[in-house]
């Protein structure tokens, strides 16, 4: 049973992935990070020394707390937030327990380099569709929810990439990582190289696959996500506003994966006069 103050695995992994989902913060110390360098997915990591003056950082947001086996240093920040007037919980059991639960972790290894902010940085071709709007929401909801996207022109990205120090995604070109890989997409590659294989992600992922790459037999649903995602960027003219209706499309279309698969929708229940 749970401790005041306190939040269980199970209860936190629904939480992740959803829109107002509470931010975490990983405060374990680089020893006991490095004993299992993996992420809970979305968290950021915080010295819990200091956590007096980055805490104004969350001040409005509900926060659950991380360290390695969820004692002292996630209780203690955890009270330090609380009386700093932002509501925390400390995750049970810490990161030990997620990962015992069997729960997805990223891979810190996997992540590019993170600026002074602390954020990462990628870069993609601009007028996104599909793959270039379904990574960003990933990233941005699984793996690093600050990261920053930058949209160029398709023959600007490996330089953009190599001058701003940026993860290049989803274009053609020797050496690139994240990009399709044989009859798998960008989306693919994201959800198996950053440990995110839920069977939600998974359902998601097919859906992309079918949208992205002409293949609207893999899901019942990919010819509508393309439709959705193709009225979208003759709505938008502007990349990052593009991007941010498309997270709201995509948080609808995880939820539906991971909640509504098997709800149904008729109309009229029962036929007048029946």
């Not at 070109?173 to 693919?188: A, L, M, N, V």
Request: hydrophobic letters at 40%; aromatic letters at 8%.
């Amino acid at each position: 049973m749970s401790s005041i103050n306190t939040i269980p695995p199970d209860k936190l992994a629904r939480l992740i992935g959803r829109p107002d989902s509470p931010v975490l913060i990983d405060v374990q110390t680089n020893e006991d990070f490095s004993f299992d360098p993996r992420l809970i997915p979305g968290s950021v990591r915080r010295p819990a020394r200091f956590v007096s003056e980055w805490a104004s950082e969350f001040a409005g947001r509900s926060a659950v707390v991380i360290c390695q086996k969820g004692l002292k240093l996630s209780q203690g920040v955890t009270a330090w937030l609380r009386h700093l007037g932002i509501s925390a919980d400390a995750l049970d059991g810490g990161a030990l327990g997620w990962a015992k639960a069997g729960l997805p972790m990223v891979p810190e290894v996997k992540l590019p380099p993170r600026d002074a902010q602390g954020r990462t940085i990628w870069v993609t071709r601009a007028r996104p569709k599909v793959d270039r709007i379904a990574c960003p929401w990933l990233i941005r909801r699984f793996v690093d929810p600050t990261a920053v996207f930058l949209f160029v022109t398709p023959s600007e990205v490996i330089g953009v990439a190599d001058r701003f120090e940026a993860a290049p995604f989803d274009i053609e070109g020797e050496g690139i990582f994240w990009s399709h890989r044989g009859e798998r997409c960008t989306f693919d590659i994201m959800v198996e190289e950053f440990g995110l294989t839920t069977e939600p992600l998974l359902r998601l992922a097919t859906i992309v696959r079918g949208a992205d790459t002409a293949r609207p037999d893999l899901a019942p649903e990919a010819p509508g996500l393309l439709a959705a995602s193709l009225g979208l960027s003759r709505m938008y003219s502007d990349d990052l506003q593009q991007l941010e209706a498309g997270m709201a499309l995509y948080d609808a279309f995880y939820r539906w994966c991971r909640d509504a698969t098997g709800e149904t929708h008729n109309w009229p229940a029962k036929k007048s006069g029946a």
